[in-house]
């Protein structure tokens, strides 16, 4: 008994951390979206080149002809270029990768909307939209007006046309020398996770002795402010935020 047990719970396991890892029988099973579920976009469009590469297919692009040429299987006949014929099942799953891809773009869509909300929120200090936002997670309840204010301050220097995605994580980070002190203020987007943060770094570089008379420049006094964000596909809310200094 203890053995079908821990059997079945290895299978629940296997489960949820299932994805798929290369196309090697991508011309034998029609796969599902549950076996792609935990694909990123950039798995999803390297999966679906794969089946390509795997026909020896000679990509225009460089850098992805680069990548398949890394591994032994990939043997193209750059003087004879072959033509890719592909089965049925080869192209349902390349119809099921494309959608997968296209719900993830329309994700990340929603999630530039519900951005660009909160920062026109912040902005006309609608403080009934501001709470939905908040979900009830801000821990300086006592002092919101200045939280939001923050939050605020912060987002004023995002540029959210200018965020641009690596694989699957985005940025936008300034950083800011007053002549006192270096700050940072950034947007980073990792899957479903959104950080808004500011902090002081260091001293400003032009003080060649920030601890000696003539500087009125103190570590104590550095201040960091973040705000991490959750986005299930539809809203934008807070789970957490912490301040120090």
């Known amino acids: 008994m203890k053995n079908i047990i821990l059997f ?9 951390q299932a994805q798929l890892e290369d196309c090697s029988s991508c011309d034998t099973i029609t796969y599902t979206t549950k076996d792609i579920a935990k694909n990123s976009l950039y798995d999803l469009q390297l999966l679906r080149n794969e ?25 193209p006949d750059y003087n004879n270029p072959a033509e890719v014929n592909l089965n049925s099942v080869e192209n349902a799953n390349i119809a099921l990768f494309k959608a997968a891809e296209g719900r993830i773009k329309k994700k990340r869509q929603r999630l530039f909307s519900e951005l660009k909300e909160l920062k026109r929120v912040l902005k006309e200090n609608d403080t009934i939209t501001i709470n939905l936002f908040m979900d009830d997670a801000l821990t300086d309840k006592e002092n919101l007006e200045g939280a939001i204010k923050e939050l605020n301050g912060i987002f004023s220097k995002i540029d959210l046309k200018d965020v641009n995605w690596y694989k699957d994580t985005a940025i936008y980070s300034v950083s800011t020398d007053n002549g006192f002190l270096i700050s940072k203020t950034e947007l980073l987007i990792d899957g479903n996770k959104v ?10 570089e032009i003080m060649k002795e920030p601890f000696k008379y003539g500087s009125d420049y103190y570590s104590e006094s550095e201040y960091s402010s973040i705000w991490i964000f959750r986005f299930d596909g539809q809203q934008l809310r807070l789970v957490e935020h912490m301040i120090a200094g």
């Open 51 to 75: 089946i390509f590469a795997r026909h020896q297919y000679i990509f225009k692009d460089e850098r992805l002809l680069e990548f398949f040429q890394e591994y032994l299987w990939y043997q």
């Open 8 to 16: 079945f719970l290895l299978l629940i396991s296997i489960n949820i």
């Open 195 to 204: 950080t808004l943060s500011r902090g002081d770094l260091e001293h400003s």
